[in-house]
């Protein structure tokens, strides 16, 4: 008897949870439906699970959206392709839900489903059930059917892919705005599978119609579909039905539809070819870059570069410069943001001269400007620059301006150029760096804000690895002992914080001569932040020097801190000896 009630338990342990009021167990028994499955075999599956989710539908969304993510990867659980169709029902029923997360995620298991379906299946099965939720009263399942057409398509008659396309054609014309976004959205995918030859007579009706939909939020999904139709069409169709759309989606009464053509410009251009942007997309763009609203310049000058590189140099001096002129001195700071972390890319496609003379006095204005932002992504991307104009011209022109940008009040700024130094350093070579950013590499060891402190500390390993330790030990080391008797604790801190990180890098004989007198030292320091960080710190010495170091320095140092009244500090100083221990063992 046991061993004939034992293949019922999985699923009366399913359905009780499933009937559970905690939400947890509910989800814990979805997430374990393949489990479940193994457990009761592909038949029982097919005749007794599958018809029980079914039945399940009004749980909480969560449930819903974890039994959709389910069910699409289920066909091996239910006997193979043959069966596919039985984990159908569920999933429509999932695509009438009134969450949109769930309803997706439905239709995107079927799209799994059903391109795996046999073809008769697909005509017995899938197509009638796109059908019904392309005929049901509720809008939800109408949208639902949007993102099924693409896959039931193919595999069909030709009598029934006349009717797939009738249908779609009257999703496009829905009274609810949400279905016809949804149709907006499917559009593009829907056009790959259907024939070229119905792409003119039918497909770009349709489309024509969302073009001039009276909801925006319609006519802005359109955009996307211009660059997904625009590759399926001959170029003369393109011409003369994708290019006037993009045209007059750019001065669309909407701002919000001409943000989606600013966003995607790059991706419209490519779809009506270089000849059709140089004639007929320049002046769109240059529209869209003096747009009324800052949200559509935002878009528009993040593209800038993008834009120029399908242009010759000329046609950008003339065309588009004048503009980028106009917004690096913008009323919105998020514009010049915009603008600021791409115009770096124009100075390859200019070339030199025209950057020295066009793109030099923007970059110099954006590198002033008052928000701190601007400065940060002209900073990042200075090495654009300075593989076009060279590094003679660039500390002529920018360095001044960054040397500023190194106190600036603002932390973050501050920081960009800490992390772009060690890169400077290597650009300009070891003699400009000594006249111009030496002293400033000391001065973030004394920062008021820990973030630079710390970057500056990592700054001088950085440098050490760049310019050597010989280098290093006549330009950093002296200055950075010194700063282990500052009287202000942090400093004195910090300066171990940088003997730490650069010991590795100056090798075992700089820190036993140099660095380790000098924090034993700070051993007998009186706060005991200072002498933790001491026990801390010869513990990371230990591999970097001699084993008769560590016996005869290190460790007595660790001994005294070990008695220290400080709890803190005996508890590092004890790691350290431990540390000694275990390297003396092996």
């Not at 342990?13 to 374990?32: A, F, G, P, T």
């Not at 065309?319 to 600021?340: G, T, Y």
Request: charged content about 25%; glycine content about 4%; aromatic content about 6%.
């Amino acid at each position: 008897m046991a061993m004939v009630d034992e293949p019922l338990y999985p699923i009366a342990v399913l359905i009780d949870e499933l009937k559970n009021d905690d939400i947890q167990l509910r989800l814990n028994s979805i997430r374990r439906l393949s489990t479940i499955s193994r457990a009761l075999g592909e038949e029982r599956t097919r005749k007794e699970l599958i018809p029980f989710l079914s039945e399940n539908s009004d749980d909480d969304d969560e449930v819903l959206l974890a039994m959709a993510g389910e069910l699409g990867v289920f066909i091996p659980f239910v006997g193979g392709v043959e069966h596919a169709h039985v984990l159908l029902s569920p999933l429509e029923s999932l695509c009438t839900v009134e969450e949109t997360c769930v309803r997706e995620k439905a239709v995107d298991s079927l799209c799994k489903i059903g391109s795996q379906m046999r073809e008769s299946d697909l005509v017995d099965s899938f197509v009638p059930l796109v059908k019904r939720l392309a005929a049901g009263e509720w809008f939800a399942a109408r949208v639902s059917a949007c993102g099924l057409f693409h896959v039931a398509y193919q595999g069909c008659t030709d009598v029934l892919k006349t009717e797939l396309r009738s249908t779609y054609s009257q999703l496009c014309k829905d009274d609810m705005p949400m279905v016809r976004r949804a149709a907006a959205t499917n559009l593009g995918k829907f056009a790959t599978t259907v024939e070229s030859s119905y792409l003119n007579a039918e497909i770009m009706t349709m489309f024509d119609d969302l073009t001039k939909d009276e909801q925006d939020s319609v006519r802005l999904l359109a955009v996307e579909g211009c660059a997904a139709l625009g590759k399926l069409l001959e170029p003369q169709d393109c011409f003369a039905r994708i290019l006037p759309v993009i045209v007059n989606f750019s001065q669309d009464k909407s701002w919000r539809v001409r943000y989606m053509v600013a966003n995607q410009l790059y991706e419209l251009c490519e779809a009506v070819g270089p000849d059709c942007t140089r004639t007929d997309l320049v002046p769109a763009y240059v529209r869209l870059l003096r747009d009324n609203e800052a949200e559509v310049r935002i878009a528009a000058a993040g593209k800038v570069t993008k834009f120029c590189q399908l242009l010759n140099p000329e046609l950008s001096i003339q065309h588009i410069l004048p503009c980028v002129k106009e917004l690096s001195s913008d009323s919105s700071q998020h514009v010049r943001s915009a603008l600021a972390s791409v115009i770096m890319g124009m100075a390859p496609i200019l070339g030199k001269d025209s950057t020295i003379e066009h793109l030099l006095p923007i970059f110099l204005s954006l590198l002033k400007d008052e928000f701190p932002d601007v400065r940060l992504n002209i900073i990042s991307k200075l090495d654009q620059v300075n593989q076009v104009i060279g590094i003679d011209l660039l500390s002529q022109s920018l360095l001044p301006a960054i040397v500023e940008l190194a106190e600036d009040r603002h932390w973050r700024v501050r920081l960009a150029i800490i992390e772009y130094v060690p890169l400077l350093g290597s650009q300009l070579g070891i003699g400009f760096f000594d006249d111009k950013l030496g002293a400033l590499c000391m001065q973030w060891l004394q920062d008021k804000v820990y973030s630079i402190r710390e970057a500056g500390a990592n700054n001088l390993k950085r440098l050490a690895e760049e310019f050597g330790p010989e280098w290093a030990m006549q330009h950093l080391v002296p200055q950075v002992l010194e700063m282990v008797n500052n009287p202000h604790y942090l400093h004195r801190m910090m300066a171990l914080r940088a003997i730490s990180l650069m010991a590795p890098v100056m090798g075992s004989e700089i820190t036993c001569s140099k660095f380790l007198p000098v924090v034993v030292e700070a051993s007998k320091d009186r706060v005991p932040n200072i002498k933790f960080n001491v026990a801390k710190l010869l513990q990371s010495l230990i591999p970097i020097v001699d084993q008769s170091v560590v016996d005869k320095t290190i460790r007595q140092c660790l001994v005294d801190l070990s008695e220290d009244p400080d709890v803190d500090v005996r508890y590092f100083a004890n790691q350290a000896l431990h540390s000694i221990a275990a390297v003396a063992q092996s």
